[in-house]
């Protein structure tokens, strides 16, 4: 149990937080997880989430065609959804802040035979320069974040294209059993309407394509204004 220091910053809490579990954040896809709090949560809660999800960001990417194309990743976990992105066609940049889910993506990578079009690299998506791309991903990161607009500006900066913004939120009861986690491990979390994220993204020259709500996650899809 450890209770958010009042100095910590958003960016090291994550890496703190999610650098304690990372093989288990992994084995949430599969329902499984070493310590038994990761195992439960996993199995109750994350898989099912996760699965549908990534079946939501598939269709996305599948609509919007990815074959010769370029996607950032931004705070790609063990990289399940950069090794989908690059299945299906695209060159992949997965970033992430801790080292641990680098080498779990790198692993994904290699073990579905699509390392040679993807890179992962260790890097804080708030400050390191970011590459820019024709699609951009942000699944499950914007809710840690106390400065929402610092971080849709550098996403949508990065992206040519294609921005997809997913975070893991759902009803009431749920919102309050992921907070009482953040306070038992000393992170935040910060749920924003998502007519207030997607305000903030148009601001930066997109339009929303799609959006999805009332699930046990909320996820928008918007593209770059051509004119
Ligand atoms: C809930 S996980 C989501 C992982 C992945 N996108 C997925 O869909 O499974 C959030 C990830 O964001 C990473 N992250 C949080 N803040 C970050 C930052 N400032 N820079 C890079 N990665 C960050 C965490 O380390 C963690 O791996």
């Known amino acids: 149990m450890r209770f958010k220091d009042s100095g910590e910053s958003d960016v090291d809490a994550s890496r703190r937080y999610f650098g304690s579990f990372a093989g288990d954040y992994h084995e949430a896809f599969k329902g499984g997880g070493e310590q038994p709090l990761h195992r439960l949560i996993n199995r109750a809660f994350r898989q099912k989430t996760f699965q549908l999800r990534t079946e939501w960001v598939r269709t996305m990417l599948t609509q919007y065609g990815l074959a010769g194309k370029t996607v950032l990743d931004l705070g790609c976990g063990s990289g399940e959804v950069s090794v989908l992105a690059a299945s299906l066609g695209a060159r992949v940049v997965g970033l992430d802040v801790v080292e641990p889910m680098i080498a779990l993506s790198r692993a994904g990578a290699d073990a579905a035979g699509v390392a040679d ?53 759902g009803p009431f009861w749920r919102r309050a059993l992921r907070h009482g986690l953040a306070v038992m491990k000393g992170f935040h979390l910060y749920y924003r309407p998502a007519d207030e994220v997607a305000g903030l993204v148009r601001r930066k020259a997109f339009e929303q394509t799609e959006r999805l709500v009332g699930h046990s996650f909320t996820a928008m899809a918007f593209e770059r204004r051509t004119a």
């Open 117 to 169: 079009r993807t890179e992962f690299r260790v890097a804080d998506i708030m400050s390191a320069p970011l590459p820019s791309s024709d699609v951009t991903l942000l699944v499950g990161v914007i809710e840690y974040y106390q400065d929402l607009e610092r971080l849709l500006a550098r996403a949508c900066d990065a992206t040519r294209g294609l921005l997809i913004i997913v975070d893991t939120r």
